[in-house]
């Protein structure tokens, strides 16, 4: 996004917001949407990822108001939706379904003693909605900056990403891991972030600043499945913990499993359980090792990593769909594609490429292509560098 574009986007949340609430924002908050270059699925299994901020957010205005009242207005779908800091419920009409994130924040931080006052807030996002680029965590880390900055508590951003985790896990229903919170609170501009999820150390890595680019392709499957199938995969990964601490005694999750201990003891699995294990284990060695890649500016090799990482989220952790791998067939059939692969939870929602510079024209005109006469569907592509993580504007 140019830096015109940004500040358009600026100048129309402050406008609208003056002509919903009769007078300039006090507060402007901002709040990335993320791509997971690699380590998919690792989160919740204690492992590593490398995921980037991207240049799609979500930005909130708002004022403070001298009642409890929280008055809040999606700019995207002309829809407000009120609620009181007294008594905070899910909203339950389809229409204003979009405020729940706004309300569990609050009702998280109520739960953690930090005192709220009533505020205005007017919502504009950019982050496709249901593509699996967090628009969800962005909501929930921006509404988090935005009811702290109203009483200008603050909370340190890795315990800011942990709040808004506890509230989709809580509010939403599904039990996530850490990333996208993480990196949308910590997000570094022109940085992908190495995170140890259990640890909740991270390293942020430069990408490289001329040369490649990180492309985005959508999908337009919205993401169907994705609730139920991915609690499975978590209980899927605690069974393959339970059944190898008879041997492993040690172990707390399977990041604590090496690739030599699952060789030796991976038979004792049932078939599903140790091919979900297999993706695991072996997509924590090519997260560490791809970041090693990147450091020393062996793009190819990262590539082919991102490669190895979807075909083992399509066939051991069967999380692709027919979508998803066309898309990254038509990516890979492009000169000068480093690497492609699904990102995200899976079951729809976009895949990710590294792409030479002098590339990305011809991936734009080829891949929609190709991908439309495999499944009749529009793809959307959409380019980024790595952008900042979420942040208090005024
Ligand atoms: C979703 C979750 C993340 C992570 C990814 C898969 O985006 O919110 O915590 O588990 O899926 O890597």
Redesign the pocket.
């Known amino acids: 996004m140019s830096g015109n574009q940004k500040s358009a986007r600026i100048q129309e949340v402050e406008s609208r917001f003056n002509e919903l609430f009769g007078h300039p924002p006090t507060i402007l908050v901002r709040a990335p949407g993320r791509v997971?270059l690699i380590g998919?699925?690792?989160?919740?299994n204690d492992g590593f990822?490398f995921p980037a901020a991207i240049e799609r957010e979500v930005l909130m205005a708002a004022s403070l108001r001298s009642d409890d009242e929280i008055r809040t207005y999606a700019l995207n779908f002309n829809q407000p939706s009120n609620f009181s800091l007294k008594d905070i419920q899910p909203a339950q009409e389809g229409r204003e379904r979009w405020s729940n994130y706004i309300r569990a924040m609050a009702s998280i931080l109520q739960s953690e003693q930090v005192p709220l006052r009533g505020i205005n807030l007017a919502v504009l996002g950019d982050v496709p909605l249901g593509s699996?680029l967090?628009s969800s965590a962005a909501m929930l880390v921006a509404a988090g900056l935005a009811f702290t900055a109203s009483t200008e508590t603050t909370i340190d951003p890795v315990k800011r990403a942990l709040l808004a985790q506890r509230a989709e896990r809580e509010f939403v229903g599904v039990n996530?891991?850490?990333?996208?919170m993480f990196i949308s609170a910590l997000g570094q501009a022109n940085h992908a972030l190495l995170i140890d999820t259990r640890s909740l150390e991270f390293e942020a890595v430069p990408m490289p600043a001329t040369g490649v680019s990180i492309v985005i392709a959508d999908t337009n499957k919205k993401r169907g499945l994705v609730d139920s199938e991915?609690n499975q995969r978590r209980a899927q990964c605690e069974d393959a913990v339970t059944i190898l601490k008879n041997v492993l005694p040690d172990i707390r999750a399977l990041r604590d499993v090496s690739l030599e201990d699952f060789e030796r003891f991976g038979s004792l699995l049932p078939e599903i359980v140790r091919k979900r294990a297999r993706h695991v284990i072996t997509e924590d060695v090519r997260t560490l090792e791809s970041v090693e890649a990147l450091k020393r500016g062996y793009i190819t090799r990262f590539g082919i990593l991102m490669n190895e990482s979807h075909e083992s989220l399509r066939n051991d952790y069967e999380v692709s769909c027919s979508e998803l791998d066309s898309l990254v067939e038509a990516a890979r059939s492009v000169d000068g594609v480093y690497g492609s692969r699904m990102t995200?939870?899976g079951f729809g929602g976009c895949t990710v490429s590294l792409v030479a510079d002098e590339a990305v024209e011809s991936f734009r005109e080829t891949v929609p292509n190709l991908f439309k006469t495999a499944t009749g569907l529009n793809a959307k592509i959409t380019i980024t560098t790595a952008a900042p993580g979420a942040e208090r504007l005024l």
């Open positions: 997971n998919e699925h690792t989160d919740y990822v699996g967090s996530v891991g850490i990333m996208d991915y995200g939870a």
